[in-house]
């Protein structure tokens, strides 16, 4: 999923991503919107998971 298919659907991936990593807060959310290299490092600080599966959960949201 690129940046402007990420800006087209945001309310919904972050409605799934909340879903999916409850711990994420709308202030999570809303500082990295539009920024995917932030909002990665956030949801790998939160779940300890690697970057190259994040962007597989979120490719498949």
């Known amino acids: 999923m ?32 539009g920024k995917e290299d932030e909002l990665l490092g956030r949801l790998q600080k939160r779940t300890g998971e690697t970057e190259e599966k994040l962007r597989e959960h979120i ?3």
């Open 2 to 33: 690129n940046k402007l298919e990420i800006k087209g659907s945001w309310n919904e991936v972050k409605g799934k991503l909340k879903q999916k990593y409850a711990d994420l807060t709308d202030d999570d959310l809303l500082f990295v919107e």
């Open 59 to 61: 490719r498949d949201l």
